[in-house]
């Protein structure tokens, strides 16, 4: 039955799928909406996909299915400035001409061999990361990497050995803090340290003893902080989801002193700000040694879609570890490493970076002009590199924006605090920061 089943499902789609003609026009003079429930994509969407996928996800009726650099391409040979990489993840762009090459190569020698062994792209990736992080300006005590397959589960490893940290000190030194509108991943160990109450409340109980802070308020953590109770405070340098709000560097000085003195280990999630977003190596290669954490979570940029995630640690936190304390079937095969090590080679690059500076420096200046253009309704431009948002007055609907962009071939994402967030690829190319900026502009002034 499942046989048969499988397919009768397998076959239809065939029939959905237009072949695909490459004579892209850009719409991007007319506005043209989502495709039609009687078109290929309201077919494929309505009788194949959202009827056997969970509904965890509110989506349009876009059906992507290729992409080149800084565009993406639909199911109805639609064209799209990309300002969403994949929610920060694609940072050399989609179909990187030299990573397809390295995965073909990777994939015709060796894929998977479990952690039994070591394997040489891991190795040469989990040094990659600790050596380039040091040449550039970030963990000053960066020394191992745990190597795993995602964001939240890359913090959830550190988590783990943070825990395991505070209980080598004394049984009840298991408690974290974590901060207002971040956003860690959404496992039990990281949802628990992600205070939204819309993510939160369906799946309580969490984990106990998480404690939340106010961003760039030194008291609200000092009211929380306990010398014989707090394992780890857990921040993003940059947040991400929250609204792409950059931390203070005086208030993350201060975090650092406040966790030395209550022996309390201090974790950076750069997971959305890291490998080049904020136009360093690190959110927190932009900070002095007096700020740098003792773990600091990678993931989303690491594989440029490839799912990949890693857990940097110092030697403190070591330490503590022991062999079987925690491991992951997937963690640091061949073929997501081979992708990571030349990820972090090609972005632990000054030219590439100053090329991100470059960039960030043209759309902040786009960015300006349009905030100039409607001050009733856009408060702020913020976030640093390529991690930037438009925070729009509390009552305007950004979605319509969203979705205005996306009738003219621009993709764009949110953020908390009512923000519009662009996160596109590090290496964009300036006429689709161009494009982009101006589809932004009109789309703008069609939502109010
Ligand atoms: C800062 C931050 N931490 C953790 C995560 C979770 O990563 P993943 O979705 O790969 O589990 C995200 C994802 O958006 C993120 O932005």
């Keep these: ?42 077919e494929f969407v309505n009788s194949i996909s959202k009827p056997y996928s969970v509904t965890t996800y509110a989506r349009p009726n876009l059906v992507l299915t290729h992409g080149k650099g800084s565009y993406i391409y639909d199911l109805e040979n639609r064209k799209y400035v990309d300002f969403t990489s994949g929610i920060a993840v694609t940072c050399l762009g989609h179909a990187n001409d030299e990573i397809t090459n390295l995965i073909a190569d990777q994939a015709s020698k060796l894929l998977h061999c479990s952690n039994l062994y070591y394997n040489l792209p891991a190795g040469e990736l989990a040094n990659k990361l600790v050596t380039k992080t040091k040449e550039f300006d970030g963990m000053k005590d960066a020394s191992r990497v745990f190597l795993c397959n995602s964001g939240t589960e890359a913090n959830e490893a550190a988590l783990k050995f943070a825990r395991k940290y505070g209980k080598s000190k004394n049984p009840d030194k298991y408690e974290f803090i974590t901060f ?3 956003f860690h991943g959404r496992t039990m160990g990281a949802l628990s340290v992600t205070p939204n109450p819309k993510y939160q409340e369906p799946f309580s109980p969490l984990i106990p003893g998480v404690h939340v802070a106010k961003p760039n308020d030194i008291d609200s953590v000092k009211a929380l902080i306990n010398k014989d109770k707090t394992c780890a405070v857990i921040i993003e340098p940059i947040q991400g989801e929250g609204g792409v709000n950059p931390v203070d560097t005086e208030f993350l000085v201060e975090l650092r002193k406040l966790c030395d003195d209550n022996d309390v280990l201090l974790i950076y999630d750069e997971i959305q700000c890291g490998l080049g977003r904020s136009g360093k190596l690190w959110a927190h290669s932009w900070l002095g040694p007096d700020a740098h954490p003792d773990i600091v979570t990678i993931a989303k940029a690491l594989g440029n879609g490839f799912p990949i995630g890693a857990t940097m640690i110092t030697e403190k936190v070591e330490g503590a570890l022991s062999v079987g304390d925690h491991g992951t079937t997937y963690g640091g095969n061949p ?30 200046e786009g960015l300006n002009e349009i905030a100039e253009e409607n001050p009733e309704d856009i408060l702020k431009v913020k976030g640093k590199g390529l991690l930037l948002g438009l925070q729009f007055r509390p009552d305007f609907d950004i979605n319509k924006v969203v979705e205005k962009c996306r009738e003219y071939g621009l993709l764009v994402i949110t953020a908390g605090m009512n923000t519009i967030r662009l996160v596109p690829a590090l290496n964009i190319p300036d006429e689709a920061i161009t494009e982009g900026l101006s589809i932004l502009r009109k789309s703008i002034k069609e939502s109010k």
């Design 335 to 364: 073929l997501a490493s081979t992708i990571g090590s030349f990820i972090v080679e090609k972005i632990a690059d000054e030219a590439f970076l100053s090329q991100v500076q470059d960039k960030s420096a043209k759309f902040i």
């Design 180 to 182: 207002e509108n971040s």
């Design 1 to 42: 039955m499942l046989r048969y089943c499988n397919k009768q499902l397998l076959r239809k789609p065939t029939t959905f799928i237009k072949p695909v003609v490459f004579n892209f026009s850009s719409p991007y003079s007319t506005s043209i909406p989502d495709a039609s429930e009687s078109s290929h994509t309201g």
